[in-house]
């Protein structure tokens, strides 16, 4: 959460940090702000409430000029969206700080600073590191020196960059918890924390590991680890689209990505299945005896992740043979539990960085998981660089906040790693044979799904009035109905919620009446006539519900039910298939609703604090 991005160079700057801002709103937009030192030392700053552009709009009529700069678009988290709050912070108009994460023991360092008589103007977190720099540098030889001093004093999370105004050389860069990347061009070096923010000016990158603090001028990137010593970290050459970022034709990157899912979902399946066997090697090395000694499996995720982790429990069980629990990753770190034997750790992220995930990873090495596997669509994020083994999505950049091709390609990983995990532990050839057949007519299958889009569309029209709704699904159809739901909840802001669907006589019948209009997926598949059993259910209490099923299901449309007929599919896959209508759902009636699709109230798209 949150966007950072900095430069150090012989050339103006503010038009690329605004650039790298506009490519990071997706991780916040609630305010967003930049600061430069200019050629005669002075620092130079504006800020605006809301999106990137208003301020892009005050720099036009209020231009500022410099070489070296920090600018960061925000997601609140201490303190309202507000100018005041917005970033960068300063002290003393000498010391400049850029932060994402969260500064738990700010309080009490807010008041140790405010006796040394430093006063505060935001009710940021950050504010209390920037004067604590500030203070330390009192004491301290160099800025990076007072920097180190500063942070040992911090408690939680931060990915920070700061600039003395003195010193137009140098920025000063620290990271624990919250990402961070360098990026190298010639006689120019940049941070951000996603390299997307820095594809138009280099594509040489490296990774601040955890505890890392750097030095970074023109000419030279100095890192210092967190046990004091000088190292360093890998360059890697980045493969990544300069256009990722780009809407192409479309209205919104929801639309434009939920498109791209049959794509998507070729690139992740290209190379990986070798007749109809997957080449454990995907998984990393060593994966091969791994997997052979794997008895359990615990998937580790947040959100929508969590929602393909519970997908996958289904598959592991059934086809793998492999008991499987999942967990949501900020319960699983704040509870004590038993670590079965020869245990497999799977986490799943988008980014990599979920702050949460990645503390249950560090969290499960403490407490004996036999090893670790991420399902992840960032190379070199923190989980794939902490994790034993890692599968990448290759999903491409993600940019709309409510999740569509990360979803379904960590779904396509996951079911591929079912597949790797079964080969070793009896899985049949015949099942073998019939996953990796599924999954090569899947792309297809999800054309033949966006063709329903204009039908779809005209469906979401009723729910131009409606503040609640509720899916119902059962069996591997249940995670999908969750992830509907929330897909729901997130871009049009009706209040959803998904049930299995035999729960319902258990509690969520007393919602029924014909405001509530009621989701089914419903594949045809073992658990289809007592799917149907639990919508005469609604059917008798007034419910009007809309029916995504296969034509070999035998729904028929009527004054209560509106049916809408999905390609007839393998059961393998089908919990891919159905997630694309869902979507579609969402996004119609997020447009009928008049809501921002792609950065929806409050949200943002990487969750890098707790």
């Not at 410099?66 to 201490?78: D, F, V």
Request: contains cysteine; aromatic residues 6%.
């Amino acid at each position: 959460m949150c966007g950072i991005v900095g430069a150090v160079a012989q050339r103006d700057v503010v038009e690329i940090l605004v650039e790298g801002l506009r490519r990071l709103e997706y991780r916040g937009y609630d305010s967003a702000g930049v600061a430069v030192i200019g050629d005669n030392n002075e620092l130079q700053r504006v800020r605006r409430l809301g999106k990137v552009q208003e301020l892009a709009n005050a720099l036009t009529s209020n231009p500022l000029t410099g070489g070296t700069g920090i600018a960061h678009t925000r997601w609140a988290t201490h303190g309202i969206p507000s100018e005041a709050n917005a970033h960068p912070h300063v002290s003393n108009d000498e010391i400049a700080v850029v932060h994402n994460g969260i500064i738990e023991n700010h309080q009490e360092l807010r008041i140790k600073l405010q006796a040394l008589g430093y006063e505060f103007v935001s009710q940021t977190d950050t504010e209390v590191m920037t004067h604590l720099i500030h203070h330390e540098l009192k004491n301290s030889d160099t800025l990076l020196n007072a920097v180190q001093k500063a942070v040992k004093q911090l408690e939680g999370a931060y990915g920070t960059v700061v600039m003395d105004v003195r010193d137009n050389s140098r920025m000063i860069v620290a990271r624990s918890g919250s990402p961070l990347v360098i990026g190298y061009g010639l006689g120019e070096n940049f941070i951000a924390s996603d390299m997307m923010a820095l594809l138009p000016v280099t594509r040489r990158f490296s990774f601040l590991e955890e505890g890392d603090v750097a030095e970074v001028t023109r000419f030279e990137v100095n890192i210092i680890d967190s046990e004091g010593h000088a190292v360093q970290r890998e360059i890697k050459e980045s493969s990544a689209s300069n256009d990722a970022g780009d809407k192409g034709e479309y209205r919104h990157y929801m639309l434009k990505e939920t498109y791209e899912q049959p794509t998507a979902i070729r690139n992740t399946l290209e190379g990986r299945l070798v007749g109809n066997s997957i080449d454990v090697n995907t998984f990393g090395e060593g994966a091969d005896e791994i997997f052979k000694k794997i008895e359990h499996v615990q998937i580790i995720a947040c959100g929508t992740s969590y929602h393909s982790g519970m997908v996958a429990r289904y598959w592991l069980e059934a086809l793998a043979g492999v008991s499987c629990n999942i967990e949501i990753a900020s319960e699983f770190r704040y509870r004590k539990s038993h670590v079965p034997k020869n245990a497999l750790l799977v986490t799943i992220s988008q980014s990599g960085e979920t702050a949460d995930t990645l503390a249950a990873l560090r969290l499960a090495k403490e407490i004996g998981y036999k090893a670790s596997l991420v399902i992840c669509n960032v190379d070199g994020s923190s989980l794939v660089r902490e994790s034993d083994l890692a599968f990448m999505t290759r999903a491409g950049a993600e940019i709309g906040v409510a999740s569509t091709k990360a979803f379904t390609t960590q779904l396509v990983g996951l079911m591929m790693m079912t597949l790797a995990i079964g080969q070793h532990h009896g899985m049949k050839q015949a099942t073998q044979d019939n996953i990796a057949q599924a999954l090569m007519t899947l792309p297809s299958k999800l054309d033949e799904v966006l063709a329903l889009a204009g039908s779809i569309e005209n469906l979401a029209e009723d729910f131009a009035d409606k503040n609640h709704a509720l899916f119902l699904g059962r069996g591997d159809q249940y995670p999908i109905a969750m992830e509907g739901a929330l897909k729901l909840k997130e871009i049009s802001y009706i209040h959803a919620e998904a049930y299995a669907a035999g729960e319902l006589k258990h509690g969520p019948l007393a919602l029924i009446d014909a405001e509530m209009p009621v989701i089914v997926v419903a594949p045809q598949n073992d658990l289809i006539e007592k799917l149907k059993s639990n919508v005469e259910e609604v059917r008798a209490r007034g419910g009007l519900m809309y029916v995504f099923a296969d034509s070999n299901a035998n729904f028929t449309s009527d004054d209560t039910m509106k049916v809408i007929n999905v390609p007839v599919c393998d059961d393998l896959i089908a919990p891919i298939v159905y997630t694309l209508p869902l979507q579609l759902l969402s996004y119609y009636v997020a447009i009928i609703k008049g809501t921002d699709v792609d950065q929806p109230r409050n949200l943002a798209k990487s969750v890098t604090v707790e």
